[in-house]
């Protein structure tokens, strides 16, 4: 049998050629052909060959993969190897790319954007109409149309005419005659022998537009150099005052080359430093602390309420403002923070009248957490998240201004390059930093189409450059190179598992072992997190229970401190600086703030013995016993709002002061005095006036105001927005594909020719339901099989092959070929029914 016999003449036949594990590959690497499952590889090839889906393949292909399928473009439909060969490594036979030619052709076939054999390679239709060089969307490789089609146009008297002048017997009709001129300009030594004669002028214009643009312009009457090479076809006219070369003659010209520089191999990630491996552990880890007091710190800040939520989303520009004060960094780095907590659901909006943002009950379980389980908790995260922070402050498609927290920062393309990045950094060997210009030239190698042009900082490029700069921030990396908690968060092994070869054979070096090429299923993730989690936890400090008191009524933590020594010191102190070491500074208001918490005097006295490796210092001990004696002298209440004390001289004094005309005070009886403020602008302006008043109930008691912890209702973490649909699994993958050759098998059985009309691709068969009940009961008497359409409870049709064993009630049981097992169909629900030929 002949090789045309056999070959396919359709890319649902070539499909149809493959098998369970090519078919696999296919909808592995397009995971859209199979959302829904097709119905049969008929479909399949349709789905394959859309726009939509060919535009996406076309994004995942890297650069010498592309470049291959634009040679496609421009050789003969169908092409054959030899002919791709010469397109890709030229005349001279670039043998580095002609070993690296046949995994980019199996990519393309993999991925059903080629198909045929080596000596019939066809391009899908769409991905050839898409690559194809047009004046329009001019082609990467600089080529200009065939002979043939910059001359379709053209009159066939001037078609005769230019053929003459270059020397070619007339011909019959125009096609020949375009037909006779390529085949001049594929010639190499014709066309050397035609160039030889031409002016040295003419020969410098073909040289300015033979590696493209290809088009140029002329006048109506152009000059003598262009008029040698109009009237050859050297140059052809596309349009009034437009030429262009054409594509044989630039193929001829560049050495056959389809592309000026072709890469068939990656560009290498350069080390831009070398550190010690534990001094990288150790630098990440010290971020990674650093990370977790940043955290704790903004959600301390809004732990009664935070900013509020503007009417479109998001935050303020000057509350973002006030946030980076408060912590003390930059404001994309706030927004950084910001942006990592809300993903990891840590903080949402409360959802009330006046709706501001808050802590979530989410962050006291996490807080409850070990140190190194909270910080694999955010870098999981962030690993994970599509919003992306950088992009705060600038504007969407509609100019409007994108804030932190608010809507339109979702960048679906962020975790596939936080991931390959981080991989990248793998790559190298234990504590080698990353040139990142390098990182970004692989990353635009791998997806050219997505990185846009060459020195253009676009979306893809602006990741990875955030990604380099957040993973540091996180501790992901130390000094740039990537610490064994990042390795750990990528599922690679430790670095003990990679010093020790797993047999005699295993000697790859380390950066020889690199990680997934896809990210991990979140199952993965989990598991890569808590091993993350285990390598981090020697290196951070242990939370400490002391602090050193000074007589500058300071407090110096040398560490962290552990959770209620820190709450209560908090309550107690204000924090004055942070840095290795935390300086709190005791004052009268934040002595006051602890004895309005519900502390006493003696109680103070007693906690901050028990957690200073020094003595208290007397200056210490005096201002909370004086703060203390004055605490509660005076009380407030609600009249609109009262003062009663019981030494009338201190009311005298007060009513005398100039400074409490604002609370409008007048005098109900010796110790006792009215306002007309509420009793919290009573207690604030008397505090201001240097008294220490305490708040009293409508029963007379002291009300102790403790810190309040405003929490949202419970919420949910953002979730991620998906970039197209997701790698489908193995199960998944499996019955798709049995799916779809089951679908395949009933839409291709032979039929009778008596019992079958012609019906288009997928037309499920018609006949009357007399005609379909005595079908099926002559089936079950002869047990043979059958062609059915049938329509399911939720509409979706199906086309079924078979074999009726019963037949009663309204109802047909079969063994159904297509799931292979034993089913029951209602009869009203079947369409139409044929008999399938005896073969």
Not at 52 to 64: N, Q, Y
Not at 70 to 89: I, K, N, Q, W
Not at 196 to 206: I, Q, R
Not at 775 to 801: C, D, F, H, K, P
């Amino acid at each position: 049998m002949s090789t045309e016999a056999t070959a396919p003449r359709s890319l649902a036949e070539a499909l149809r050629g493959r098998d369970d594990t090519s078919l696999a590959a296919l909808l592995r690497s397009r995971p859209d052909l199979i959302t829904p499952v097709p119905t049969d590889l008929t479909q399949l090839a349709t789905r394959a060959g859309t726009r939509a889906s060919v535009v996406r393949a076309l994004e995942r292909l890297d650069r010498f993969a592309l470049q291959t399928a634009e040679a496609l473009a421009v050789a003969g439909d169908p092409a054959s190897y030899g002919e791709v060969l010469g397109l890709m490594a030229g005349d001279d036979g670039d043998q580095v790319v002609a070993a690296a030619l046949p995994q980019a052709l199996g990519t393309l076939r993999e991925q059903a954007l080629v198909w045929g054999g080596d000596d019939r390679l066809r391009l899908v239709r769409t991905a050839r109409e898409l690559l194809v060089p047009s004046p329009q969307h001019p082609s990467p490789t600089g080529l200009g149309p065939s002979v043939r089609e910059a001359t379709a146009g053209m009159s066939p008297g001037r078609i005769q005419e230019i053929v003459t002048t270059a020397g070619l017997p007339t011909t019959h009709d125009p096609v020949s005659a375009a037909d006779a001129l390529s085949g001049l300009f594929k010639d190499r030594d014709r066309l050397a022998a035609l160039l030889g004669g031409a002016p040295k002028d003419s020969v410098e214009v073909l040289e300015r537009l033979v590696w493209g643009p290809p088009y140029g312009q002329v006048t109506a009457h152009p000059a003598a150099r262009l008029r040698w090479l109009l009237d050859r076809g050297l140059l052809l006219p596309t349009s009034p005052g437009t030429v262009v070369l054409p594509r044989e003659v630039a193929l001829a010209l560049r050495g056959g080359r389809a592309h000026r520089v072709v890469e068939p191999a990656p560009p290498a990630v350069a080390a831009a430093a070398t550190h010690a491996p534990k001094v990288v552990d150790t630098t990440a880890a010290g971020q990674a602390f650093t990370t977790l007091a940043t955290v704790e710190e903004l959600l301390k800040d809004w732990d009664e309420g935070g900013p509020a939520v503007m009417r479109a989303g998001g935050l303020s520009v000057r509350d973002l403002k006030r946030t980076a004060v408060a912590l003390d960094v930059s404001e994309p780095v706030a927004a950084f923070w910001v942006e990592l907590a809300y993903a990891a659901g840590l903080i949402a909006s409360d959802g009330e009248a006046d709706e501001r943002y808050a802590a979530t009950p989410g962050y006291d379980e996490w807080m409850e957490r070990p140190a190194a389980e909270r910080w694999a908790h955010l870098a999981e995260t962030w690993l994970t998240a599509t919003r992306a922070s950088g992009v705060v402050g600038g504007r969407d498609a509609k100019d409007r201004p994108l804030s932190a927290l608010g809507p339109g920062l979702d960048r679906s393309a962020a975790p596939e390059v936080r991931h390959r990045v981080l991989a990248l950094l793998a790559g190298l060997p234990e504590g080698a930093a990353a040139d990142a210009e390098s990182v970004l030239a692989r990353l635009h190698w791998e997806r050219p189409l997505r990185g846009g042009r060459r020195g253009e900082d676009d979306l893809r490029t602006r990741l990875a450059r955030w990604t380099l700069t957040e993973a540091e921030l996180l501790g992901v990396t130390g000094r740039g190179a990537l610490s064994s908690q990042g390795r750990a968060l990528l599922a690679l092994p430790s670095a003990a598992e990679r010093r020790a070869p797993e047999g005699p054979g295993d000697r790859l070096p380390v950066h020889h072992r690199t990680a997934p090429a896809e990210p991990l299923s979140p199952a993965e993730q989990a598991v890569a997190s808590a091993a993350a989690a285990r390598l981090l936890a020697p290196l951070l400090p242990e939370p400490l229970d002391h602090v050193l008191l000074q007589a500058d009524l300071t407090a110096v933590a040398p560490g962290p401190l552990r959770r209620p020594l820190a709450d209560m010191l908090g309550v107690l102190a204000d924090v004055e600086s942070k840095g290795g070491a935390t300086v709190y500074r005791f004052t009268p208001g934040s002595v006051r703030r602890a004895l309005d918490a519900g502390r006493s005097a003696s109680d103070l006295h007693a906690f901050l013995s028990a957690h200073s490796r020094t003595p208290v210092p007397q200056p210490l001990a005096y201002l909370i016993d004086d703060v203390a004696r004055r605490h509660g002298h005076l009380r407030v209440g609600a009249a609109s709002a009262y003062v009663r004390c019981d030494d009338d001289g201190v009311l005298n004094e007060i009513l005398a002061d100039k400074r409490a005309a604002g609370l409008r005070l007048r005098r109900l009886a010796p110790t006792v005095l009215a306002a007309q403020t509420d009793p919290a602008g009573l207690l604030e302006g008397l505090r201001a006036m240097g008294f220490a008043p305490a708040a009293e109930s409508a029963e007379g008691d002291v009300v102790i105001t403790r810190a309040h912890a405003h929490r949202t209702p419970p919420r949910t973490a953002p979730e991620p927005v998906p970039e197209g649909p997701p790698t489908p699994d193995a199960t998944l993958l499996t019955a798709a594909i049995r799916a779809i050759r089951a679908g395949d098998l009933a839409s291709t059985a032979p039929r009778k020719a008596a019992d079958s009309a012609p019906l288009a691709a997928g037309e499920l068969p018609r006949t009357s339901s007399a005609e379909t009940l005595a079908t099926m009961q002559a089936a079950v008497l002869t047990g043979q099989s059958l062609w059915i359409g049938y329509v399911n409870a939720e509409g979706s049709a199906s086309q079924r092959v078979i074999a009726p064993v019963r037949v009663e009630g309204g109802f047909v049981t079969a063994y159904d070929h297509t799931a292979d097992e034993v089913r029951t169909y209602p009869l009203h629900r079947i369409t139409g029914v044929a008999e399938l030929a005896d073969d």
